[in-house]
């Protein structure tokens, strides 16, 4: 699914509702790997991956849960007051069920604009019990010199640098 505004176009495939690719005046901004499987079987490496209902490794299922290895269903398109948007949902299955056992719906919306991408991950439960989980959207930037990139705003909150603490 494609979204195009002025200079600016954001595809996104249905496999995990992954968004492949934002480009801005013809810059590339997200990141896919080379080694990228596209076969509608295999999360896609790189881009922004959903993740959804575990965020790493996960005894029940696969690596940050099954939302990035199903099938989303393309809902609506059209102009808003933020921009051009797509909208995708993902409904609870019987493969989902088997591996945790709620009903739920996923939202998935990507609003575009000159310069500008939004998105945002909604979580309904539609069932009768409650149940936790954890999301997020796995977000890949393509930077031109990653020795050069800094994050900031982390100031006095604990967090785990998996490349800095690796063993």
């Not at 080694?35 to 295999?42: G, I, Q, R, S, T």
């Not at 696969?62 to 393309?74: D, E, I, L, S």
Request: glycine share 10%; net charge negative; proline share 4%.
């Amino acid at each position: 699914v494609e979204i195009r505004v002025v200079a600016d176009v954001v595809q996104v495939n249905l496999h995990g509702a992954t968004l492949v690719s934002w480009k801005s005046n013809g810059e590339e901004l997200i990141f896919v790997s080379s080694k990228a499987v596209l076969d509608n079987v295999k999360a896609i490496r790189g881009g922004i991956p959903l993740v959804f209902p575990k965020f790493g490794p996960w005894a029940l299922g696969p690596n940050h849960g099954f939302a990035r290895v199903m099938k989303w269903t393309f809902e609506s398109n059209g102009d808003g007051p933020h921009g051009a948007f797509a909208k995708f949902t993902l409904r609870d299955t019987e493969y989902s069920r088997g591996l945790w056992d709620h009903a739920f719906l996923l939202t998935f919306t990507v609003t575009l604009a000159p310069g500008t991408l939004a998105s945002a991950l909604t979580v309904e439960n539609t069932g009768s019990t409650e149940f936790s989980f954890e999301a997020l959207l796995h977000t890949y930037f393509r930077v031109p010199d990653c020795a050069r990139t800094t994050v900031s705003g982390l100031e006095g909150l604990s967090y785990i640098d998996k490349l800095r603490d690796a063993g």
